[in-house]
């Protein structure tokens, strides 16, 4: 027990011993550690740098994703691209409003639906006319689907669908647009020529993002009824599952339900497709986390590339330090000692190497959030890439300095002491 | 009593392409704890390989080799290293002090390496350079150092794992007169103190100081006697005398570079003195001559 601990602790002095040395060698040959850890502060800085951007995009990315709701699912009619379908027409192909009824009892991971149609159309009022307008035909249920808040007014109700009634909501821009009163409920506007009452103002969706475009603010909402009757067009439906790990199952009753109500035989494809949210969003993962692999890859070969150099430079110093090694084992360094310390040295010239790259990764990773008009702003470098980059190249200095270090234990020391 | 070293038919060939070179060709010997012992013998006469040996820094062909009773001739590198460690000082002909490092470090090195060495290695290391009179020196590098105290270093270093033997190889060859007999007086210091001692050397006022000299040809031990029945340097005793009465005399005039150990020599006061003209002649300067390159045996 002594012993092991005796032996142990001296193991500890060794490395302690070969850590200062190391240090004291690196310090004394400043300039060439310098050059010499080039390659790897390039490799780290750059490998954390890329992460970090990585990082940032998925996040902002995800962060989109989710303000769009992980759980949502979209049901939309779509032709097969094959078989005895891919001929038939669009209007075979769509959704009708009927098909839908009854999914409540049939689809339990489901918690609302609400169908879906939207058109061009002119909005008009107090003579102002806007050409580019769209109507967004919906139920109430696309209440609890999207977060959109009524700041003024009500929402819709069952009974405007029910009666088909021509009531409408409206954006806060557009009301601006059309100078309606702050409080423009009870006043009308004409869509496509109908008069309709505004019985309530959405507030603004934030503007930019990747899932909005910038003419969804001129959307005025009516009761999906009164859309339909006024034009029976293309129409989807969104549902929210109960939770987003829900969704698939909500994909498959879905798909089970509306099977059936198409009255689709077993042999035919779907004419519908059913996209979740979810599912978007673990693609994006996968697929920026294939990205993230590609570019640690690559860095990975650039640091590997700095470990050439590491390697190389260990050996000049072996070569040059060959009646030191001599010395330290005619007074009996053991060979695993020697190189214990050659190896130290490999490993610190490769750490202090990754630090300055770390430094160097941060300093991109500033300069890439002040990028204006990139979205970086939520860039920065994970724990896991610190630990990644310091791993690495660590683990250079192992492999690229083990060979100079075998070489040093292996040396005679007599044909050492006699080098000059 | 068991000697220190016992050496029995020891042999080692080196191969040079399809040649056998005997360098060491069944050496018997044995040693005693406290002997001085000096070692001499050409370029080639199988002394530096003996030193090798005799070190644990090499492994006969064949043969066995005693070292406080254990065998070592049959060791591998990590035992011999540990024996090393434990039991031997070498002192080189060109110090082989680490360079960036104090004189205390220096010293440390061994200790750094052994395995109950780490604690209190400090304090060894400070005693041992007191022992060699650098106690003011401590932390001076080697480059603040003059020869004969990074020699000293050396000297320290040597002895600072309390070593059974201590092996100085031309320990002087890179020194003056007057630095040479500082060292060679720290030796008998040592070797008062009961310090076993090997000298491996060419010259003869070297050798005088041992207590017996071993003579080498062609990887064989030609002479062991003790050193007042040398032929050689018996018939040269009385240079020695007068070369040290005269460093002597120049010492006198500049006092302050008077280390504390520098004392008489045993024999430089055996009364054989001859007449100042004849001596000055035959003088030997020692320091000048080019120290000559020991080439492997």
Redesign the interface.
């Known amino acids: 027990m002594m012993i092991v601990f005796?032996?142990s602790?001296?193991l500890l002095?060794?490395v302690y011993?070969s850590v200062i040395l190391a240090l004291?060698q690196v310090w004394?040959n400043k300039a060439r550690a310098f050059l010499t850890m080039l390659g790897i502060m390039i490799g780290v800085g750059a490998v954390t740098a890329v992460i970090a951007a990585l990082t940032g995009m998925k996040s902002y990315v995800l962060n989109e994703f989710e303000s769009f709701g992980a759980n949502k699912l979209y049901i939309i009619p779509d032709r097969p691209e094959t078989g005895p379908m891919s001929n038939v027409s669009w209007r075979q192909i769509r959704i009708t409003p009927e098909q839908l009824n009854g999914w409540e009892t049939q689809c339990p991971s489901i918690s609302a639906l609400t169908r879906y149609q939207d058109f061009g159309a002119s909005v008009q009022a107090n003579g102002i006319n806007i050409d580019d307008g769209r109507v967004s035909a919906i139920e109430p249920a696309w209440h609890d689907i999207e977060n959109r808040k009524i700041t003024i007014g009500r929402k819709f109700i069952d009974l405007d669908q029910i009666d088909a009634r021509q009531v409408c909501l409206i954006s806060e821009r557009l009301r601006d647009k059309l100078r309606l009163d702050r409080d423009c409920t009870g006043e009308s506007v004409l869509i496509n020529d109908r008069r309709f009452i505004v019985v309530g103002v959405l507030e603004d969706q934030p503007e930019g993002g990747m899932m909005r475009d910038s003419s969804s603010q001129n959307v005025v909402f009516i009761p999906f009824s009164t859309g339909w009757r006024i034009q029976e067009g293309f129409m989807y439906a969104i549902a929210t599952a109960k939770s987003p790990e829900a969704a698939d199952d909500a994909r498959a009753e879905m798909t089970v339900f509306l099977r059936r109500k198409r009255s689709l035989k077993p042999q035919d494809p779907n004419t519908f497709r059913i996209e979740v949210m979810q599912r978007f969003i673990e693609q994006f993962k996968s697929m920026s986390s294939v990205l993230t692999s590609i570019a640690v890859g690559i860095v990975a070969v650039s640091l590997l590339v700095g470990g050439v150099g590491i390697m190389n430079i260990m050996l000049v110093s072996v070569s040059e330090r060959t009646?030191?090694i001599?010395?330290?084992?005619?007074?009996?360094?053991?060979?695993?000692?020697v190189m214990l310390q050659f190896l130290v040295e490999a490993v610190m010239l490769c750490c202090i190497g990754g630090l300055f790259g770390l430094v160097i990764g941060q300093a991109l990773t500033i300069a890439l959030q002040n990028i204006p008009g990139v979205n970086f702003s939520q860039a920065y470098i994970p724990t896991w890439a610190v630990i990644l980059a310091f791993g690495f190249s660590g683990s250079v200095g192992v492999l690229f300095g083990m060979f100079p270090a075998i070489k040093a234990a292996l040396l005679d020391?007599?044909e050492a002491?006699?080098h000059d | 009593m068991r000697p220190t070293i016992r050496l029995r038919n020891i042999r080692k060939i080196y191969k040079v392409g399809v040649e056998r070179i005997h360098a060491l060709d069944g050496v018997e010997l044995d040693i005693s704890a406290n002997e001085y012992v000096a070692i001499m013998g050409a370029s080639g006469s199988g002394k530096s390989t003996m030193m090798n040996i005799l070190g644990c820094l090499d492994r006969p062909t064949s043969g066995r080799y005693e070292l406080d009773g254990q065998v070592v001739s049959k060791m591998g590198a990590s035992a011999l290293a540990k024996i090393r460690n434990e039991r031997i000082g070498f002192v080189f002909q060109s110090f082989e002090l680490l360079n960036r490092q104090s004189a205390l470090r220096n010293t440390e090195l061994p200790l750094i390496y052994a395995q109950s060495g780490w604690f209190g290695r400090r304090r060894k290391a400070r005693a041992a350079l007191e022992r060699v009179g650098l106690g003011d020196r401590m932390h001076h590098r080697p480059n603040q150092l003059s020869g004969g105290e990074k020699q000293r270093v050396a000297i320290a270093r040597a002895v600072v794992n309390d070593s059974s033997i201590l092996l100085a190889d031309e320990p002087t060859g890179n020194l003056d007169s007057k630095t040479t007999r500082e060292i060679l007086d720290i030796f008998d210091q040592l070797h008062q103190e009961g310090q076993t001692i090997i000298i491996v050397t060419h010259e003869d006022h070297v050798a005088r100081h041992a207590s017996r000299v071993i003579r080498m040809r062609d990887g064989k031990i030609v002479s062991d006697l003790p050193t007042e029945d040398d032929p050689i340097i018996s018939s040269m005793a009385h240079e020695f005398t007068d070369m040290h009465q005269g460093e002597r005399d120049h010492d006198r005039e500049a006092p302050e570079d008077q280390s504390s150990f520098v004392r008489l020599p045993k024999r430089a006061v055996d009364g054989r003195h001859t007449d100042g003209a004849t001596s000055e002649v035959n003088v030997d300067p020692v320091g000048l001559i080019d120290p000559r390159e020991v080439s492997p045996s």
Do not use: M, T
């Open positions: 005796r032996s602790l001296s002095a060794l011993q004291s004394s009646r030191e001599g010395l330290r084992k005619a007074v009996g360094a053991l060979p695993s000692a020391p007599i002491l006699r």
